[in-house]
């Protein structure tokens, strides 16, 4: 499962970038699946992209399972900004794998609420 993993997900990781002109200076961030360290540090690895603008809390959470990229992205939102190029890949059931780009399209807020309420300006 684990080569399975890593090489789907890098390979559909420079698929995307290739599809659409991209090089990996001009990815703010990568968002894995947080199915365990060793994978995400191997598929950065194998798309050459630095772990530095790796999204990674799986030390925190644990495999979140399908929630792993919404929850990686709630927790490093702080860090994003309108423009900002992602790219989104997961690995899973059935052995399926898939990844997307896209364009962060807001600036965002610092200050968060300090419940689950929606936060309203």
């Excluded at 990815?27 to 947080?34: G, K, N, S």
């Excluded at 799986?58 to 979140?64: F, S, V």
Aim: a neutral charge; hydrophobic letters at 45%.
């Amino acid at each position: 499962m684990f080569k399975a993993a890593v090489t789907g997900m890098s390979d559909v990781v420079l698929r995307i970038m290739e599809r659409n002109h991209l090089s990996v200076d001009d990815i703010a961030w990568l968002v894995p699946h947080q199915a365990n360290r060793r994978i995400i540090e191997t598929v950065s690895d194998m798309a050459k992209f630095p772990m530095e603008r790796v999204m990674v809390n799986i030390q925190k959470y644990g495999n979140t399972t399908a929630g792993t990229l919404p929850l990686c992205l709630w927790e490093w939102e702080s860090q994003l900004k309108k423009g900002d190029n992602l790219i989104l890949t997961a690995f899973g059931g059935g052995f399926t794998w898939g990844a997307i780009y896209i364009k962060w399209a807001y600036d965002t807020n610092p200050i968060r609420p300090t419940n689950f309420e929606p936060f309203l300006h």
